[in-house]
């Protein structure tokens, strides 16, 4: 056994970090391996040779044993794997045979700190890895290393992002399109050649655990900011799976946890909003990779739907990579579904419907066997496991795993990531993903020079632990909103600070739907929120989410500020003084109440790394917030299913309930104003090239430099079958200095203004279409109308 099969220590392995890995075994030859170590070049082995006869050759020499470890995954140390690196143990386990990939391998995440950093330790780490599987199992077959990728890359110390929903606030695809080259940048300097990101799953539903992962309510939004996402990351030779395939973030009554399943939604509604940035993904972005969801549609479980993974994916979408369940899905076919009997029952009917590779934190081998019992057994032919094998191999020929299976320079990732540059672009993303929501009076933004004594006030003022991201970087300092806003005033300025209450009360989630009466700890808490805040010039309230009320498992039956926080809210607001509400979490907030009573009000979502001094910049002035809402807030959690887009009949404006938005969809204010003009319209080039050109101008016609973010929307005036009241089909976020002004150009295409008819054919209907152009969905500046 040659050294790289025993563990080497963290010492030895950052004496390596300084240094280009070089394999040494006889197996590397000039321009080719000897994957299979039989002293000549197989067709799998010869770059020359075409994918798919690569693939036929390797495929033709893999006993049963590898094939099945090709179509598993092997979670990484702390969560599966118990060795940070190879050991002599593993010649006797079931990836002895290889395996498909190992996902969150040496992260940070897992208290696995030693490898994950500094970075060019782990670049070595995970060539060592690699080089175990090539030289050590039979045909040498090189592993996808996997990693979560929302916020950032799920590694130690990488360069953390906002959360995709204040991604989305932005309305920037160039600014999306960084931060997916960013995380690839950084994926493929620590050794990784899969990011699970982006998350495409349209979040109608606020109540929904997991919409701060989202970009929002819109399929266009999601499609366009998604397909930017995936260009960044795959132009470094970064795999990107996308996420959740299908429906999944509809469940039933916006319940997540161990529901996530049943989800109400229409063939037609399906395909408009739920799957629409999938095709996006597939057919313009050319995503490599895509997990399937949990849920079911319509009874099916989503993984053992062959019209979803086989139909809809590959023969509709185009998809070319392969597949992977979400965590447990495939165990939930048995577990929670009911519709298998066993494992090897489970393999089979996901297997067939379409799934290539079955992920799971737990070991790979319970799967495998189960796996291997059905195909002696007979009930899982061979030429499905052959197919899905294939599906598989093809993608880690196309990537290069097979002609450059090793990072090189590994000590180059000491400088790529979380460089520099790559920080400003993580400030940058904070900023642009701040909305404006409320502005009585010009309140801000604030001369600090001018202030004496400011209060700041509530649970996410010096809250650190729910900025973070399972889903993002590891091991990663945040500012908070307290220390960006000490950091930005004087040192003159007198600051107070209480923390008023908690995040949630002692009844939490039962007091989202019953009164519980306030401790006495509770009463003296908010009253010295209140004492201090009444000395206060100035008072900054910070409330919202925390880990407990948002993200996975985490969907709510209100969207009232949880806990005592509408009462600390109502206590303040009292005092009458300069107020600005801090909302910090990841889903709109039903704030009646302060949107009447509170002057200013700042919709701050997750920011990332650099959240508090992106908040204090905007509120200081140094920036000009442009950010607009991706999804609507809503009056009332009653109100749901009411989002955006919606149909005629969607707001009923009955006489006994409360129709409208708080704030709709694409709202979000500035420190300046915009002027929009001279719009034109030309279809000229529709008929043959089905593209309709519009432009237009716009002008700051305030004091500041400010960006607006204009948006396209059309409505098919008559149509066959109901469609939305008004279709986002376009967005620019255009920066503009005072007193400039900007021609904004966009283009319809045909599919654009197409709607599947009763027939379920997706085609563009003779008539006449109008064409807005608005600082939101409902504040429309420009319109007009054309006949097609």
Known sequence: MNSFSRVLGAASICLLAFVSFVPVNSIYKKGW??????????????????????????????????????????????????????????KDSIWKDGIANIDEQLTGYRKDTVLAFPYSTHANSINQIQKWFIEETRLGIPVDFTTEGIRGLNHMKATYFPAQIAQACSFNKDLVNQIGNVTGLEARALGYTNVYSPILDVSSDPRWGRIEETYGSDPYLVGQLGKQNILGIQKNGIISTVKHFAVYSIPVGGRDGNVRVDPHVSPREMWNLYLEPFRVAFQEAKAKGVMASYNDYDGVPIIASPYFLTDILRKQFGFKGYVVSDSHALEDLFAKHKVARDTADAARMALTAGLNVRTEFK???????????????????????????????????????????????????????????????????????????????????????????????????????????????????????????????????????????????????????????????????????????????????????????????????????????????EKI?????????????????????????????????????????????????????????????????????????????????????????????????????????????????????GEIKVSFTIKNTGKVAGDEVAQLYFEDEVSSVITYVRNLRGFERVKLAAGESKKVDMTLTSHDLSLLNGEMKRVVEPGWFKILIGASSEDIRLKDRIEL
């Open 33 to 90: 391996t000897d994957f299979n170590k039989n002293g000549q070049k197989d067709i799998y082995e010869d770059p020359s040779k075409s994918t798919d006869e690569r693939v036929k050759n390797l495929l033709s020499q893999m006993t049963m044993e590898e094939k099945t470890c090709q179509l598993t995954t092997l979670y990484g140390y702390g969560a599966f794997l118990k060795d940070r690196l190879p050991t002599v143990s593993w």
């Open 363 to 569: 070991n790979p081998a319970d799967y495998v066997r189960g796996l291997r019992r059905g195909i002696r057994n007979g009930s899982i032919p061979m030429s499905v496991v052959d197919m899905r094998v294939a599906e598989v191999l093809k993608v880690k020929f196309e990537q290069g795993f097979f002609d450059h299976p090793y990072l090189e320079k590994t000590a180059a990732a000491d400088q790529v990531v979380h460089s520099n540059k790559s920080r400003e672009l993580a400030l940058q993303a904070a900023r642009e993903g701040i909305v404006l929501l409320k502005n009585q009076n010009n309140l801000l933004p604030l001369d600090k020079s001018k202030l004496k004594n400011v209060a700041i006030i509530g649970p996410n003022a010096k809250e650190h632990t729910s900025l973070l991201s399972r889903y993002g970087p590891t091991n990663t300092k945040v500012i908070t909103v307290f220390d960006g806003l000490v950091n930005a005033l004087p040192q003159a300025v007198n600051i107070m600070y209480a923390k008023g209450c908690n995040h949630t009360d002692k009844n939490f989630p039962q007091s989202d739907v019953e009164d519980f009466p306030l401790s006495a700890e509770e009463i003296a808490s908010i009253d010295e929120a209140v004492s201090i805040a009444a000395k206060a010039d100035v008072i900054f309230l910070a409330v919202g989410d925390n880990e407990n009320t948002i993200g996975e498992t985490k969907s709510r039956l209100d969207l009232k500020l949880p806990g005592r926080q509408e009462i600390l809210v």
């Open 573 to 689: 607001a009292a005092l009458k003084k300069p107020t600005i509400l801090l909302l910090v979490g990841g889903r709109p907030v039903t704030i009646n109440f302060a949107s009447k009573n509170i002057p200013a009000i700042v919709e701050n979502w997750y920011l990332g790394e650099y959240m508090g001094k992106a908040i204090a910049d905007v509120l200081f002035g140094d920036y000009n917030p442009g950010g607009k809402l991706c999804v609507p807030f809503p009056k009332s959690v009653g109100q749901i299913p009411l989002s955006f887009p919606m149909k005629p009949s969607a707001d009923a404006h009955g006489d006994a309930n409360v129709s409208g938005f708080l704030y709709p969809f694409g709202f979000g204010l500035s420190y300046t104003t915009f002027q929009y003009n001279d719009l034109v319209i030309d279809k000229s080039a529709f008929k043959n090239k």
